[in-house]
């Protein structure tokens, strides 16, 4: 899977408004022929018809001028993306399964719970607590600089850079 973010683009992808200092919009990704590309929508386009490609989204804000940049994207951004990439069975998308659910281990949202072996690859069973279910997620054995290089197109692309990149690593 590879990632595209629209550039240049503070504002509304549909009506090309610039979104002003604190006024909160949508963030979509959409799934496009195994692209993720980023689209930003001002919230009286977001209910406009957005195609079936839509992967995932969140609402966010622009931040005020002079004030660090939030953390806008949270772990529910994450844990969706995560959900939604179940069964998908592309090496780029399993990768990026895999780096999410790192990320969600140290956040604390995961829990490890097992490790098996399934048709020679190792599959990781997760808890998740707050909804009392279990997650599989195979691991795609990623280098560190692999995990790296997914970890900072990932934040890149969700304009997140509070992403703890050495954090993800050496997990297992
Ligand atoms: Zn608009």
């Known amino acids: 899977m590879e990632w595209k973010i629209n550039k240049g683009s503070k504002g509304c992808i549909l009506c090309n408004k610039e979104f002003c200092e ?3 919009y949508y963030s979509a990704l959409f799934d496009e022929n195994n692209i993720f590309i980023r689209k930003d929508y001002c919230t009286s386009c977001w209910c406009k018809d957005k195609g079936d490609e839509l992967f995932s989204f969140w609402k966010t ?3 005020k001028k002079n004030k660090p940049v939030q953390k806008f994207v949270n772990n529910e951004v994450f844990l969706d ?3 939604r990439l179940a069964g998908k069975n592309e090496p780029s998308q399993r990768n990026l399964r895999y ?3 790192l990320y969600l281990i140290r956040k604390k949202i995961f829990k490890l719970k097992s490790f098996t072996r399934e048709n020679e690859e190792e ?7 707050r909804e009392n279910k279990e997650f599989s ?3 795609p054995h990623l280098k560190e600089e692999e995990i790296e290089a997914i970890t900072s197109e ?19």
């Open 22 to 24: 604190e006024e909160e």
């Open 61 to 63: 804000r622009l931040p």
């Open 81 to 83: 993306m995560f959900v």
């Open 99 to 101: 780096v999410l659910a």
């Open 123 to 129: 599959l990781i069973t997760l808890y998740y607590p």
């Open 137 to 139: 997620v195979f691991n």
């Open 154 to 172: 990932m934040s890149q692309l969700l304009n997140y850079p509070y992403l703890e990149q050495e954090a993800l690593i050496n997990t297992d």
